[in-house]
């Protein structure tokens, strides 16, 4: 049993662009794939698969390299709210990650969005990570 599936589903994606495979398989949760989702959207990963009819459900993740340097496209995931010490934040105190050039994903009372968003909708919660 895991005490922090988020923090697993993100070590396991910091471990495969340090690896540099092309592939990782994370175990699947409601939270997980809106996480997958909003990394799609903001070009983080290439690609992402819902597996729903293994056991147990599973996303599988493309990882995103640049063609000329080979590079991945996530340099940093870094996990901030965690179970034993939560991290809330109002509007007002939205981090800006990198300056702008990188995301927080906030989990609010519409659900999991960036910090961009939260802040264009007037809305605070718990900020789940860092991704630039």
């Not at 988020?6 to 997980?32: C, F, G, Q």
């Not at 063609?67 to 995931?77: D, F, G, N, V």
């Not at 999991?112 to 630039?132: F, N, Q, S």
């Amino acid at each position: 049993m895991l005490t922090d599936p988020i923090a697993d589903y993100l070590t396991r994606i910091r471990n495969a662009v340090s690896a540099r495979h092309r592939v990782v398989e994370i175990p699947s949760s409601k939270m997980k794939k809106e996480m997958t989702k909003i990394l799609f959207d903001k070009g983080y990963i290439l690609n992402y698969k819902f597996e729903e009819e293994t056991f147990p459900k599973t996303i599988k993740i493309a990882l995103k390299y640049h063609q000329q340097t080979k590079e991945p496209a996530i340099s940093m995931l870094k996990r901030v709210s965690t179970p034993g010490l939560r991290k809330y934040v109002g509007v007002d105190e939205l981090p800006r990650v990198l300056n702008g050039l990188g995301i927080a994903i906030i989990s609010t009372s519409r659900g999991l969005m960036t910090d961009k968003e939260a802040r264009a909708l007037r809305v605070g919660g718990e900020v789940i990570c860092y991704v630039c």
